[in-house]
């Protein structure tokens, strides 16, 4: 799970190297807004592509953590 409060981006180079060797194990996702703290429009414009490659790759993204309890409980 992304949030606006992380600081680093290694965070989402291990969710594209977990898509690539691990597609059917890996959960990517990201939330807008965390309290205060948002991401821009250019920040999410990045991570819904993001999103797309880890797609393409196997696995699945969400842009919401209600969307990840959605898919785990209907798995």
């Not at 680093?8 to 205060?36: H, P, Q």
């Not at 797609?55 to 898919?71: H, M, P, Q, T, W």
């Amino acid at each position: 799970m992304i949030t606006p409060k992380m600081k680093g981006v290694y965070s989402i180079a291990e969710a594209v190297e977990d898509g690539l060797l691990r597609s059917k194990k890996t959960i990517f996702a990201y939330m807008k807004k965390d309290e205060a703290e948002t991401f821009d429009k250019d920040q999410l414009k990045s991570l819904k592509q993001v999103g797309k490659m880890i797609i393409k790759n196997g696995s699945v993204a969400f842009e919401s953590l209600d969307e990840v309890v959605e898919y785990l409980n209907n798995l």
